[in-house]
């Protein structure tokens, strides 16, 4: 929500600069001072080269000294969970905000033009000519058509477009290697050429490859004394300022980095009003335009609508598009088309982009405005994905009735985060609160039994009565939560009293059910004779049993796996390994993968396995929809 709110102030404070240009008399050299002089920073990406292994791209950079802070009491250390986080050593540039700002007359005739000489655009710049903006091929890469809606502006309007940019493919998408490029080629089964520089920039995957370069282009009325139009002042703001607010985003404990990566799901982007791709570490996400035709380049399409439009005989993807529905029976069972992929043409217009049922959410996530999350599986990870609508409602993206009156505004930022990093912080949390909880007793025994020696000698024998009743307690809560870290998570405290250590045990089963209840995969734990300890919620939802039904049978009665099978995850620990082979199920149509491991006591000594059973059956199919 404060990406999405940082994006609408800065979009707002656009509208607040064309506002003031449109009351400043225009001039060439007024304008060239404000196009030049308005800049915002942005980070640079520094030096990448390929690692010594060749398996990703590195920054060629001295390494930075490594300091570690503690407080200067020790008491704020140790438990108190005293942390120093150093900070980040970024190089930032000034770049004009504005690649260019124009007056044009009321036939569309550009009177007064200034460019700015400093902008990054590197592959498409916008021109120095003066043109006449009203015919389409006279616009920015051909492809802008606002003349027809200043037009329609009253005085005090203003007008917003779409992002506007050359689409930049890529042959592959991920990491950007020559190792992934042959792999790549003997799967697909065709020849993909290693050109890195050539293809889509697309952060820590391929840091030196093409950027996408666009524009939103802001425009307003410019009134006589009497309140009369007498022309339209505009200004064509760099898109890379719009990417910086989530190019350097991510959901974990760094905060931010100088490249994204989408290689590890964690990362943010923008998506517009319409669920098209607009900001993306992958820059082949994002959608845009063919600068030879002026045309939307053609989006990475689920396979059917990119059959049903060849078979259709429409020559052009603008004209198909206009007849179509958009979102539609979107699915994870679905594909993209094969054949765009070989083409590179993989823009992100979530529209069309049927494998995709995210799209969907996205928009019913936010067509409210505000902001929730749900899980998605894209690109074979799955992951915890936050979206949170853009209030910037100027022009076009206000509530209307063309957008079904959404308060979506100019879009919306989504955040990801693999569940794999996203569950560490909780899992890391459990452990210190175990070892808080035993501290806190163990210390307050220690004071109570200090305590208790300085008591005057009339109180004495009640002082180490009390004592002794209180170390006890202390004692079992520190064996039973110890048995329960120790992986014994069938353990709970049977305690009838409700004094103030009846109450802690009871919160102590408390946060034992939701721990152990909490996990998602089938967890079972067996003797060293294989006899039943502890079967989890989703175990026994498995097996069809109750807990009390399977405690103490043999684990080959109730187990997943053939107990003698190679594929047993105990037999695959006993060989070595620590994950079995991938078994299918024809009865519930699921692959599983069995996991296992022993359980130790504190001295080492195996005292039984614990067996986990992962649910891979969406990873299985969503491989063999890639493959």
């Known amino acids: 929500s404060d990406a999405a709110i940082d994006v609408a102030r800065f979009l707002y404070a656009r509208d607040a600069d064309i506002a003031a240009l449109s009351k400043i008399n225009p001039s060439e050299e007024v304008y060239k001072l404000y196009v030049d002089n308005k800049r915002a920073n942005v980070i640079e990406k520094g030096v990448w080269e390929l690692s010594s292994d060749g398996g990703a791209w590195v920054e060629q950079m001295s390494a930075k000294p490594s300091v570690e802070v503690k407080s200067s009491n020790s008491e704020n250390n140790d438990m108190n969970g005293f942390h120093y986080k150093p900070p980040k050593h970024f190089t930032y540039k000034s770049i004009p905000l504005y690649?260019?700002?124009?007056?044009?007359?009321?036939?569309?005739?550009?009177?007064?033009?200034?460019?700015?000489?400093?902008?990054?655009?590197?592959?498409?710049?916008?021109?120095?000519?003066?043109?006449?903006?009203?015919?389409?091929?006279?616009?920015?890469?051909?492809?802008?058509?606002?003349?027809?809606?200043?037009?329609?502006?009253?005085?005090?309007?203003?007008?917003?477009?779409?992002?506007?940019?050359?689409?930049?493919?890529?042959?592959?998408?991920?990491?950007?290697?020559?190792?992934?490029?042959?792999?790549?080629?003997?799967?697909?089964?065709?020849?993909?050429?290693?050109?890195?520089?050539?293809?889509?920039?697309?952060?820590?995957?391929?840091?030196?490859?093409?950027?996408?370069?666009?524009?939103?282009?802001?425009?307003?009325?410019?009134?006589?004394?009497?309140?009369?139009?007498?022309?339209?002042?505009?200004?064509?703001?760099?898109?890379?300022?719009?990417?910086?607010?989530?190019?350097?985003?991510?959901?974990?404990?760094?905060?931010?980095?100088?490249?994204?990566?989408?290689?590890?799901?964690?990362?943010?982007?923008?998506?517009?009003?319409?669920?098209?791709?607009?900001?993306?570490?992958?820059?082949?996400?994002?959608?845009?335009?063919?600068?030879?035709?002026?045309?939307?380049?053609?989006?990475?399409?689920?396979?059917?609508?990119?059959?049903?439009?060849?078979?259709?005989?429409?020559?052009?993807?603008?004209?198909?598009?206009?007849?179509?529905?958009?979102?539609?029976?979107?699915?994870?069972?679905?594909?993209?088309?094969?054949?765009?992929?070989?083409?590179?043409?993989?823009?992100?217009?979530?529209?069309?982009?049927n494998n995709a049922p995210q799209c969907t959410g996205w928009m019913d996530l936010t067509r409210e405005g505000g902001s929730g999350s749900f899980y998605i599986l894209w690109s074979g990870l799955y992951k915890l994905n936050t979206a949170a609508a853009i209030p910037y409602y100027t022009g076009q993206y206000a509530p209307s009735?063309?957008?079904?009156?959404?308060?979506?505004?100019?879009?919306?930022?989504?955040?990801?985060?693999?569940?794999?990093?996203?569950?560490?912080?909780?899992?890391?949390?459990?452990?210190?609160l175990v070892s808080a909880i035993e501290n806190s007793l163990r210390k307050t025994g220690e004071h109570l039994v200090i305590t208790t020696l300085l008591l005057i000698v009339a109180v004495v024998f009640i002082a180490v009565w009390l004592a002794w009743s209180l170390v006890k307690n202390i004692s079992v809560l520190i064996k039973g939560i110890s048995r329960f870290s120790s992986g014994e998570r069938q353990f709970r405290f049977n305690v009838k009293d409700k004094d103030e250590f009846g109450i802690l045990a009871d919160s102590f089963n408390d946060m034992a059910d939701r721990i152990t209840e909490s996990a998602k995969n089938s967890l079972s734990i067996v003797s060293m004779d294989l006899k039943i300890v502890y079967m989890n919620k989703a175990a026994l939802i498995f097996v069809n049993k109750t807990l009390d039904e399977v405690v103490g049978k043999h684990y080959a009665d109730y187990g997943i796996y053939d107990i003698d099978s190679p594929r047993s995850p105990i037999n695959a620990l006993k060989k070595g390994d620590v994950e079995a082979e991938i078994l299918y199920l024809d009865k519930t149509k699921q692959y599983l993968k069995g996991k296992a491991d022993y359980l130790t006591d504190k001295s080492g000594k195996k005292i039984g396995y614990i067996i986990e059973i992962v649910d891979v059956t969406e990873m299985v199919l969503e491989k063999n929809k890639i493959e």
């Open 99 to 353: 690649d260019e700002i124009t007056f044009i007359d009321l036939n569309g005739n550009e009177i007064i033009k200034a460019v700015s000489a400093q902008s990054p655009k590197k592959y498409y710049p916008l021109s120095r000519e003066k043109r006449n903006v009203s015919k389409r091929e006279n616009t920015y890469i051909k492809a802008e058509t606002y003349f027809e809606e200043l037009k329609k502006l009253k005085p005090g309007q203003i007008y917003v477009s779409d992002v506007i940019g050359v689409y930049v493919g890529s042959n592959y998408i991920g990491m950007y290697t020559p190792k992934n490029i042959d792999a790549a080629s003997l799967e697909r089964g065709y020849e993909i050429k290693y050109d890195p520089l050539n293809q889509a920039f697309a952060g820590m995957e391929n840091p030196n490859g093409k950027r996408f370069e666009g524009i939103v282009r802001w425009a307003m009325p410019a009134t006589d004394a009497g309140g009369k139009i007498i022309g339209y002042v505009t200004m064509a703001l760099n898109h890379d300022h719009i990417m910086e607010f989530v190019d350097h985003i991510t959901p974990m404990d760094e905060r931010y980095k100088e490249l994204p990566n989408a290689n590890n799901g964690n990362y943010a982007f923008i998506w517009d009003y319409q669920c098209r791709s607009i900001c993306h570490p992958r820059h082949h996400s994002i959608v845009g335009f063919d600068p030879e035709t002026g045309e939307r380049q053609i989006p990475w399409l689920e396979t059917s609508i990119y059959e049903n439009w060849k078979k259709s005989g429409i020559e052009k993807w603008t004209d198909y598009v206009k007849n179509i529905p958009v979102f539609d029976a979107q699915s994870r069972n679905k594909k993209p088309a094969a054949e765009l992929t070989k083409k590179g043409l993989v823009g992100l217009d979530g529209r069309y982009l």
């Open 401 to 432: 009735e063309a957008n079904g009156y959404s308060k979506r505004g100019f879009g919306f930022v989504a955040i990801g985060a693999g569940i794999e990093y996203f569950t560490s912080p909780a899992v890391k949390t459990e452990i210190k």
